[in-house]
């Protein structure tokens, strides 16, 4: 149902856990924080960041969103066919060949030109729908948006035209997600002039968006998008509970996923065994090892993961060497009694330690969004209620 393996349960060596009512909670924290009447629009693009888009775009639609985002048509469409009806707004502009699917599946497109605007009217009117368009403007981030100078004619003709419906204008802020204070101030200023642009045209949508996830925590943002007249908030980061830039939040998020596996084998190495393809990786001593098939074709960090440690039996066991495609060796010189089995974990909580997707990015130099991102072989499976009793999504 969620485009990963559900084998059986007694085949499963990696999974990840989705806990829906930490999700379900991180989004009434987030509602608490902003101003009343402001909208959430839901960030599940990549597959809800690894949390799988149609178990996660359900639960947030039970849990009163007020739209979802997505990065394609294809994502878009995934999630009308897992049974979302909220409004799905879609954030690349549709391609020649995507002109209507909009229409036909009832998903919000963002209009960044005149151009645009005309092709997307043409194919919803011979569809017989209207379509909701959200125009992006370029405030100043990789290029993305309508230019300003041109944004008002963008507006008119999305405006102007019956098979549109004007329902949003929006940016993204690249400086939030830098270390300054000030960061995205200037792009958001530069938002405020649109917004004011279309104010005095008569073409302001009644969703005016530009705060993501990074930017909730800065008063000196949030304050501002207040100013300009903000009326939703797009976030995806903040709802899994992963935090983008240290310190940023200062509301308390619970992570939504953690990330298990079993070990399959306790071998040792021998003085002189190298514990990967590297020579430099000889063991000096005689050193007990944990096989698990976990590798990183099941979580890309730890391609990229050096020093890092899971869990076993609620202790830290250090990575040894680097990981294999399917599978790789912790130290369990610290840890007796290991058998094959045995629970270990790669993200979240065991006994007194707790692994986090910001440790994670932190060691391995990822931005704290990608390390969700699982391969296929893992299996995830979702529990919603307090006491994490488990559902078959
Ligand atoms: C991915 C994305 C977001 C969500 O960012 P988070 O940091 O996960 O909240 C918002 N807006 C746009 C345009 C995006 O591409």
Not at 277 to 296: D, E, I, K, W
Request: hydrophobic share 45%; charged share 20%; with cysteine.
């Amino acid at each position: 149902m969620t485009g990963t393996r559900t084998g059986r349960r007694g085949s499963t060596t990696a999974w990840a856990d989705i806990d829906l009512h930490a999700l379900g909670r991180n989004l009434e924290r987030l509602r608490r924080g902003l101003s009343p009447g402001q909208a959430v629009l839901g960030v599940v693009k990549a597959d809800a960041y690894g949390h799988g888009a149609g178990p996660v775009g359900r639960a947030l639609q039970r849990f009163g969103i007020d739209g979802l985002v997505v990065a394609d048509m294809g994502e878009g469409i995934a999630l009308r066919r897992a049974g979302v009806t909220t409004p799905i707004l879609v954030i690349d502009p549709p391609l020649p060949s995507q002109l209507r699917l909009p229409a036909l599946h009832r998903l919000d497109a963002t209009v960044t030109s005149v151009a645009e605007a005309c092709v997307l009217a043409t194919a919803a009117s011979r569809a017989g729908r209207t379509v909701d368009v959200h125009v992006r403007v370029n405030t100043g981030f990789a290029g993305f948006g309508a230019p300003r100078a041109g944004l008002t004619d963008v507006l008119a003709a999305v405006a102007a035209t019956p098979a549109l419906r004007l329902e949003g204008l929006y940016t993204h802020l690249s400086g939030a997600y830098g270390s300054h204070e000030d960061g995205g101030v200037a792009e958001l200023e530069r938002f405020g002039e649109a917004v004011e642009a279309a104010r005095a045209a008569g073409l302001l949508p009644p969703l005016v968006h530009a705060l993501s996830s990074a930017a909730l925590g800065r008063p000196l943002l949030t304050g501002a998008a207040a100013r300009i007249g903000c009326t939703a908030v797009r976030c995806g980061a903040a709802l899994f509970g992963i935090r983008m830039v240290d310190g940023d939040l200062p509301l308390p998020l619970a992570p939504v996923m953690s990330v298990k596996t079993r070990v399959t084998r306790v071998t040792a190495l021998e003085p002189g065994d190298v514990a990967d393809y590297a020579a430099a990786s000889a063991a000096p001593r005689r050193t007990p090892v944990a096989v698990l098939p976990f590798g990183f074709s099941d979580g890309h960090h730890l391609h990229r993961l050096a020093g890092g440690v899971l869990l076993i039996r609620g202790r830290p066991a250090p990575v040894l060497g680097r990981p294999f495609m399917s599978g790789l060796l912790a130290d369990l010189t610290d840890i007796p009694g290991v058998q094959p089995g045995d629970e270990a974990v790669l993200i979240g909580r065991q006994g007194d330690h707790r692994i986090t997707v910001e440790d994670i990015a932190a060691r391995s130099g990822l931005r704290p969004s990608a390390v969700t991102l699982l391969g296929s072989r893992v299996v995830r499976r979702y529990r919603s209620s307090a006491a994490g009793k488990d559902q078959p999504e």
